[in-house]
């Protein structure tokens, strides 16, 4: 869609290891907050500041900050 001039925001929500940012070329970003759905209702409304521009014109990356497990990933992952 951005190769024909559409706004494209791609989001990197994978949990088990998010790296779209080296598909698209971009370094690695710094985690940021992560949404807890056990503390809060709804998930925040996403920050536009917060994209990360990209080689391809019109696309950009959210990066969602879920490098590392969960808390609940770690747990089970300690006990096995």
Known sequence: LASIGRQVV?????????????IVGVPRPPSGRRWDPLAEEEPPALDTSRL???????LKLHHAGLDEAAAGERHRTRRA
């Open 52 to 58: 990360i521009e990209t080689p391809v014109p019109g």
């Open 10 to 22: 791609l989001a990197d929500a994978d949990a088990a290891g998010a790296n779209l940012h080296t």
